[in-house]
């Protein structure tokens, strides 16, 4: 079992940046893969961003150019770093934790955290 802390949301003005985090209850050495995924009302989950424990990263289409995602090893802890929001960008984000053993993947969910790009 992983239990995740997320933090960070909030409102912010187009063209601002923000920064979520991430904090799962065991080493993310022992994660797979460990990023964020968001959900605007309406919409279907998309990817954001996710690191895995080899430090390989992948972005979804929409944020590529401008989101980038970073990791404290001694945190266990994964960073969203938002850039240049749009309110195309508003959503919930959640992060996510896959972990596989033994050829079965566990997906892991947080809470979810607000963000709102609005002036």
């Known amino acids: 079992q992983v239990q995740l802390v997320e933090s960070g949301g909030g409102l912010v003005q187009p063209g601002g940046s923000l920064r979520l985090s991430c904090a799962a209850s065991?080493?993310?050495?022992?994660?797979?893969?460990l990023g964020w995924y968001r959900q605007a009302p309406g919409k279907q989950r998309e990817l954001v961003a996710i690191?895995?424990?080899?430090?390989?990263?992948s972005y979804g289409d929409a944020v590529k150019a401008r989101f980038t995602i970073s990791r404290d090893n001694t945190k266990n802890t994964v960073y969203p770093h938002m850039n240049s929001l749009e309110p195309e960008d508003t959503a919930v984000y959640y992060c996510?934790?896959?972990?596989?053993?033994?050829?079965?993947?566990?997906?892991?969910w947080g809470q979810g955290t607000q963000v709102t790009v609005s002036s």
């Open positions: 996510n934790a896959v972990v596989v053993r033994q050829n079965i993947r566990n997906d892991y």
């Open positions: 065991i080493t993310i050495f022992s994660i797979n893969n």
């Open positions: 690191i895995t424990s080899g430090g390989s990263t």
